[in-house]
């Protein structure tokens, strides 16, 4: 394996095994890899991986099973729950490629799922993890309470509605920040929205310890519901109150419709890149993944003007309950609304963007833990299965209102939002100060917040990981 990597500017690699890509990629001739391929660096395997996942992507969407399956037993050779960044996310890829495949056959998927028990409380444990591992969650928060304190300056009778109400850390921190104002507190009421009615009692019981300790007026209404059943006439909103709406990573679930992807053409034919390309991008220098994928993924799948999606950065797409549930928090005349999302596309209409985006995004994510937390953690591996693999495979093997995680970008949030009748308010410097101040003290390198039309974007290096964007009603300018 010695003098793989030429120097830059170098015409060949002539001893790299990238450059049989081209003989072998996915031929049915292949069962499995070369036996160098088990061999490779851990960069020249990230490469190979790449290239074997956008293949394998690309005969799923054509509906080749028998190539897909070839392609999948291929990577299996490389791919690794718990080695490295890229083995890792070709693990959860080639899952959810495989469970897209097999609800080819009804019956075969269900018998397979027939036994797996979905917990809540699993999911509540693991979000906790995130909001540990990552700062994202925190910084949301912090940005979320900066918001509402401004715009709630003066208030005596202030009414938050919750739209995922399960980390009281959140609103530990705008009780104590309530109670230092020179006014003194206002009188708080939340309204927690979640589907578990546990998690909601224990949200009651820590809030109130600290009110009670803080010597704060303060009530909180629980409703157990999902997002999309919601019934606004149990918020009781109440005549006098000032009202803020938080919504962290919850709106683009309303953005589910039943779609159906065979009225749409998927690429006809496997696109990969061909061996002169795999050979030019590994004499590079190092690069992460993310910054490979961002850079060079276009000469990796481009799509056809049969694949355009369904919605483009000036198009949102069109969801009757997210319209519906827009009206009807205008109709509660809310005096801010705090939005947080990820800042990715991946409710596009054709499987192989989605599967591009989603690498772009997982890429940076993976990222983030593989440069803080050791690869043998187990905290590690369940956020990483069980929240980024969960929503991988809800992304690539689900349609129709099956596919709840059609995260979009904030252009799109701002004009659907704006066609709703909301105006942006623009987040604070201050605001920006605090989220920076929560990186710094918690020691948290290589994340950035930046500032983009008003709204605060958190990154991981220079990737937009997700965006906090404030709105009021446009009668409040």
Same mark, same amino acid.
């Given at each position: 394996?010695?003098?793989?990597?030429?120097?830059?500017? &170098?015409?060949?690699?002539?001893?790299?095994?990238?450059?049989?890509?081209?003989?072998?990629?996915?031929?049915?001739?292949?069962?499995?890899?070369?036996?160098?391929?088990?061999?490779?660096? &851990?960069?020249?395997?990230?490469?190979?991986?790449?290239?074997?996942? #956008?293949?394998?992507?690309?005969?799923?969407?054509?509906?080749?099973? $028998?190539?897909?399956?070839?392609?999948? $037993?291929?990577?299996? *050779?490389? /791919?690794?729950?718990? !080695?490295?960044?890229?083995?890792?996310?070709?693990?959860?890829?080639?899952?959810?490629?495989?469970?897209?495949?097999?609800?080819?056959?009804?019956?075969?998927?269900?018998?397979?799922?027939?036994?797996?028990? /979905?917990?809540?409380?699993?999911?509540?444990?693991?979000?906790?993890?995130?909001?540990?591992?990552?700062?994202?969650?925190?910084?949301?928060?912090?940005?979320?309470?900066?918001?509402?304190?401004?715009?709630?300056?003066?208030?005596?009778?202030?009414?938050?509605?919750?739209?995922?109400?399960?980390?009281?850390?959140?609103?530990?921190?705008?009780?104590?920040?309530? %109670?230092?104002?020179?006014?003194?507190?206002? *009188?708080?009421?939340?309204?927690?929205?979640?589907?578990?009615?546990? #998690?909601?009692?224990?949200?009651?019981?820590?809030?109130?310890?600290?009110?009670?300790?803080?010597?704060?007026?303060?009530?909180?209404?629980?409703?157990? &519901?999902?997002?999309?059943?919601?019934?606004?006439?149990?918020?009781?909103?109440?005549?006098?109150?000032?009202?803020?709406?938080?919504?962290?990573?919850?709106?683009?679930?309303?953005?589910?419709?039943?779609?159906?992807?065979?009225?749409?053409?998927?690429?006809?034919?496997?696109?990969?890149?061909?061996?002169?390309?795999?050979?030019?991008?590994?004499?590079?220098?190092?690069?992460?993944?993310?910054? =490979?994928?961002?850079?060079?993924?276009?000469?990796?799948?481009?799509? %056809?003007?049969? %694949?355009?999606?369904?919605?483009?950065?000036?198009?949102?797409?069109?969801?009757?309950?997210?319209?519906?549930?827009?009206?009807?928090?205008?109709?509660?005349?809310?005096? +801010?609304?705090?939005?947080?999302?990820?800042?990715?596309?991946?409710?596009?209409?054709?499987?192989?963007?989605? #599967?591009?985006?989603?690498?772009?995004?997982?890429?940076?994510?993976?990222?983030?833990? $593989? &440069?803080?937390?050791?690869?043998?953690?187990?905290?590690?591996?369940?956020?990483?299965?069980?929240?980024?693999?969960?929503?991988?495979?809800?992304?690539?093997?689900?349609? !129709?209102?099956?596919?709840? $995680?059609?995260?979009?970008?904030?252009?799109? =949030?701002?004009?659907?939002?704006?066609?709703?009748?909301?105006?942006?308010?623009?987040?604070?410097?201050?605001?920006?100060?605090?989220?920076?101040?929560?990186?710094?003290?918690?020691?948290?390198?290589?994340?950035?917040?930046?500032?983009?039309?008003?709204? +605060?974007?958190?990154?991981?290096?220079?990737?937009? +990981?997700?965006?906090?964007?404030?709105?009021?009603?446009?009668?409040?300018?």
């Amino acid at each position: 394996m010695a003098g793989m990597v030429q120097e830059e500017g &170098s015409s060949s690699v002539t001893s790299s095994p990238l450059q049989f890509f081209s003989l072998m990629s996915l031929s049915p001739g292949f069962g499995s890899p070369y036996p160098w391929l088990r061999e490779l660096k &851990s960069e020249e395997r990230g490469l190979c991986l790449i290239h074997l996942l #956008v293949a394998c992507a690309n005969h799923v969407a054509a509906g080749s099973v $028998e190539n897909a399956n070839i392609g999948l $037993e291929q990577i299996s *050779h490389l /791919a690794s729950p718990d !080695g490295d960044t890229m083995q890792r996310i070709a693990a959860y890829f080639t899952e959810a490629l495989a469970d897209r495949m097999l609800k080819a056959w009804p019956g075969l998927h269900k018998a397979l799922n027939s036994t797996k028990i /979905a917990s809540v409380t699993e999911e509540i444990i693991v979000q906790k993890l995130f909001f540990e591992l990552c700062p994202f969650l925190k910084l949301a928060y912090v940005i979320t309470n900066q918001a509402i304190v401004e715009a709630m300056e003066g208030e005596k009778m202030v009414h938050i509605i919750d739209l995922y109400s399960f980390e009281p850390a959140q609103w530990i921190n705008l009780l104590q920040t309530l %109670s230092a104002r020179p006014e003194g507190p206002p *009188h708080l009421r939340i309204t927690g929205i979640h589907e578990q009615k546990e #998690v909601l009692e224990q949200m009651a019981l820590r809030l109130t310890e600290e009110a009670e300790k803080l010597d704060i007026p303060f009530q909180f209404n629980p409703i157990v &519901s999902k997002l999309e059943n919601l019934d606004l006439e149990s918020l009781r909103v109440k005549t006098g109150e000032a009202l803020a709406v938080s919504s962290v990573l919850q709106l683009h679930s309303l953005l589910a419709i039943d779609d159906d992807p065979h009225k749409r053409n998927s690429p006809s034919a496997p696109k990969t890149p061909n061996s002169n390309h795999l050979q030019r991008v590994f004499q590079m220098n190092h690069r992460t993944l993310g910054e =490979w994928l961002e850079k060079d993924s276009i000469h990796v799948f481009s799509p %056809s003007p049969d %694949s355009a999606s369904a919605s483009t950065p000036l198009s949102p797409a069109a969801s009757a309950k997210m319209g519906n549930f827009l009206n009807a928090l205008w109709g509660l005349s809310p005096k +801010l609304m705090v939005v947080t999302e990820q800042e990715s596309n991946h409710n596009g209409a054709t499987l192989m963007e989605r #599967v591009m985006e989603a690498l772009n995004f997982y890429a940076a994510m993976f990222d983030c833990l $593989e &440069s803080t937390v050791s690869r043998a953690s187990i905290e590690r591996q369940k956020v990483e299965k069980m929240l980024f693999g969960e929503e991988i495979k809800n992304i690539i093997a689900c349609e !129709g209102t099956e596919r709840k $995680e059609r995260h979009e970008k904030l252009e799109k =949030w701002i004009l659907r939002l704006e066609l709703a009748g909301f105006g942006r308010v623009p987040l604070s410097y201050h605001g920006m100060l605090q989220a920076r101040r929560l990186l710094q003290n918690y020691g948290y390198d290589g994340y950035k917040i930046k500032e983009e039309n008003g709204c +605060l974007v958190m990154c991981w290096q220079d990737r937009p +990981l997700f965006s906090v964007s404030a709105w009021r009603l446009r009668r409040y300018d």
